[in-house]
């Protein structure tokens, strides 16, 4: 029997549906023991919230915090701007990582178990979270993990060819988030719900984000118009902090949240943070998607829809495989005009439709064993010695 932990050390909720369903699969064969650790009590309610008691009763719930009076006074100084008590984590909790066979992620920051920590025995496996094509998705950190799983083939070729994994260092499994996620829907409280409804998904990264230039003039057109309703369900990132930090891309800008003019616009449903921001309640809903570089397009793709993109910064994106999405649905440089660009992608989606479902048949394994359960599989070969499902 090996020692699992599942880590979940985030500052929101959004990554969890990404590796907590493989967990679960793994509990309910109960050749493992799995723990969950959790760095903030709103996680541990999410996974409350996601996972049925009587799966629960098969896992251990850890909460790990910072131990050292440095730790708490650099996370308290820093915390405003930069994620430091996620940082300073690892190091407080050492002896608690060793006592593991491996960890298993959904993001990279844990690699200091390895580069600076020393923890060479320890296996770290990254389930990834989402399954977008930024750039920072394929660099070549991700070659530093053990095992990598993929929900499909573009992912794998990626890895392969730009961060310089080897093909057994890889399994594909599918989209463990749609195990868990995919019958969830927002039950909306509109005045005319028959309208249709846009979601619009901005990313936080001010580098590639279209809020910082254009999320005012897309809220305020929603707000003079009565043809659709409008969720605002921005990255849950976006305004967690009043300034954005981000290393990949470089980039640092204020963030400003949406004015008092929008508030109780019965149109417009906001939501800069809750569960259903990431637990695909809207991308359901949704008839039709607006955004820019956020994974969640693939999840409303899902069910091929219209859709359309906010080209705020300029990119030259036509062939550049970090912008692959926007084949999707028409490119925009700006907001006006919006509302007639919505109907014009309504109207051209037939255009559209072949082109996404070749991005989804590229981005999701899809196969009648669910993918919580063929990562299961994955992981379980792995430790035990052996093959993987690559």
């Known amino acids: 029997m090996k020692r699992i932990c599942f880590l979940f050390n985030h500052d929101q909720t959004h990554q969890l549906a990404h590796s907590l369903p493989i967990a679960l699969a793994l509990a309910e064969r109960g050749e493992h023991r799995i723990v969950l650790a959790y760095a903030k009590d709103a996680i541990r309610a999410e996974i409350e919230r996601q996972a049925k008691p009587a799966q629960l009763a098969k896992v251990e719930l850890v909460k790990l915090g910072l131990k050292s009076g440095l730790s708490q006074m650099l996370a308290g100084t820093l915390e405003a ?23 298993v ?10 580069s600076r920590y020393g923890l060479d025995n320890l296996k770290l496996i990254h389930t990834r ?5 930024r750039a920072i998705g394929f660099n070549p950190e991700s070659a530093l993990f053990d095992l990598v799983l993929v929900s499909g083939p573009k992912i794998r070729d990626r890895l392969i060819a730009e961060a310089g994994l080897k093909p057994d260092q890889i399994a594909l499994v599918g989209y463990p988030k749609f195990d868990l996620c995919a019958d969830n829907r927002f039950d909306d409280r509109f005045p005319a ?8 998904n901005p990313h936080p990264s001010p580098k590639l984000s279209s809020w910082f230039k254009h999320g005012a003039a897309v809220l305020e057109a929603f707000r003079q118009q009565d043809r659709y309703n409008l969720i605002f369900a921005p990255h849950v990132m976006l305004f967690e902090r009043k300034w954005v930090v981000t290393l990949d891309p470089p980039s640092l800008a204020r963030v400003t949240p949406p004015g008092p003019e929008f508030a109780g616009e019965p149109r417009i449903h906001f939501d800069t943070g809750s569960g259903a921001s990431s637990d695909m309640s809207y991308t359901n809903r949704a008839d039709i998607y607006l955004g820019d570089v956020s994974s969640q397009i693939y999840e409303f793709l899902r069910a091929p829809r219209p859709c359309l993109f906010l080209n705020s910064h300029g990119v030259e994106w036509q062939d550049d495989p970090n912008y692959l999405h926007w084949r999707a ?3 925009l440089t700006s907001a006006d005009g919006l509302l007639d660009a919505i109907d014009a992608a309504i109207a051209a989606h037939s255009d559209y439709a072949p082109t996404q479902q070749a991005l989804i048949d590229a981005t999701f394994s899809i196969s009648d064993r669910p993918s919580a359960e063929r990562a299961a599989d994955a992981i379980s070969a792995f430790l035990e010695g052996r093959a993987t499902l690559g």
């Not at 701007?81 to 960890?103: E, H, I, M, T, W």
């Not at 959904?106 to 390895?114: H, N, P, Q, R, V």
């Not at 719900?193 to 619009?200: A, D, G, L, S």
């Open 129 to 133: 979270h989402g399954a977008g094509d």
């Open 81 to 103: 701007l930069v994620p430091a008590s996620k940082l300073l984590l690892y190091r407080d909790n050492l002896d608690f990582f060793r006592g593991f066979d491996a960890v």
């Open 105 to 114: 992620v959904s993001e990279k920051t844990t690699l200091l178990l390895k």
């Open 329 to 331: 649905g028409p490119v």
């Open 193 to 200: 719900p028959e309208r249709p409804t846009v979601i619009y």
